[in-house]
């Protein structure tokens, strides 16, 4: 095999998946805009590699939300064009696979609560995601104020106690820059929307 054609086969995985990713999210598009799903599942796998992840887990990040917004069936097909390892991310990064989905409330605790027995590699692209939705929220508070909130099952409240949490949750059992930078984002969320400060402890 030439220099070509081991470059050519670096990324070979990752395209793919992000061929997949496409396919089976095309009509989606983020909650209250016109913007395609797909620039969410393209920037958390970003986030993921810029933050020391590989491909396993780059392909896990275009992928996180493939069961829970298309169907467990989903999981079979992913473990079998990607291996078992992106399989248990993606499932570890699902909070629901059935619709409609059970309450939004006890929803997010038990994700909250599946986080602290999971592992690094659902840690890692978890965070990522989160990180990508808290820095998406900052920049639609900026623009739209609270009414933002409104796009949200949670509303105001629900949704700086589930993303304080989740800072909460990650600094503790992932104290990576990562999780400094969704404690950052989290915080800045919490002043934009005039809610009480809360600490957050965040790691280096």
């Known amino acids: 095999m030439d220099v070509g054609d081991q470059?050519?086969?670096?990324?070979?995985?990752?395209?793919?998946?992000?061929a997949f990713t496409m396919a089976i999210h095309a009509d989606?598009?983020?909650?209250?805009?016109k913007t395609p799903y797909i620039s969410h599942l393209l920037g958390v796998a970003s986030i993921v590699l810029e933050f020391g992840g590989d491909e396993d887990q780059a392909i896990a990040g275009l992928l996180h939300d493939a069961i829970e917004d298309q169907g467990a069936e989903q999981e079979p097909l992913i473990e079998a064009r990607f291996g078992p390892r992106v399989a248990a991310i993606v499932r570890g990064c699902t909070d629901a696979d059935t619709f409609p989905k059970p309450p939004w409330r006890a929803r997010k605790e038990a994700y909250i609560?599946?986080?602290?027995?999971?592992?690094?590699?659902?840690?890692?692209?978890?965070?990522?995601?989160?990180?990508?939705?808290?820095?998406?929220?900052?920049?639609?508070?900026?623009?739209?104020?609270?009414?933002?909130?409104?796009?949200?099952?949670?509303?105001?409240?629900?949704?700086?106690?589930?993303?304080?949490?989740?800072?909460?949750?990650?600094?503790?059992?992932?104290?990576?820059?990562?999780?400094?930078?969704?404690?950052?984002?989290?915080?800045?969320?919490?002043?934009?929307?005039?809610?009480?400060?809360?600490?957050?402890?965040?790691?280096?």
């Open 7 to 18: 470059k050519s086969r670096r990324w070979a995985r990752l395209a793919e998946a992000a």
């Open 113 to 204: 609560a599946h986080l602290e027995t999971t592992g690094p590699d659902v840690w890692l692209v978890s965070c990522a995601d989160k990180l990508y939705n808290a820095r998406a929220i900052v920049t639609d508070l900026r623009a739209l104020g609270d009414a933002m909130f409104s796009r949200f099952t949670g509303g105001k409240d629900g949704t700086l106690w589930y993303y304080r949490k989740l800072a909460e949750v990650f600094g503790r059992v992932f104290p990576r820059i990562l999780s400094t930078e969704l404690s950052v984002a989290v915080a800045e969320m919490g002043a934009l929307a005039g809610a009480p400060a809360v600490s957050v402890a965040g790691f280096i």
């Open 28 to 33: 989606q598009c983020r909650k209250g805009s």
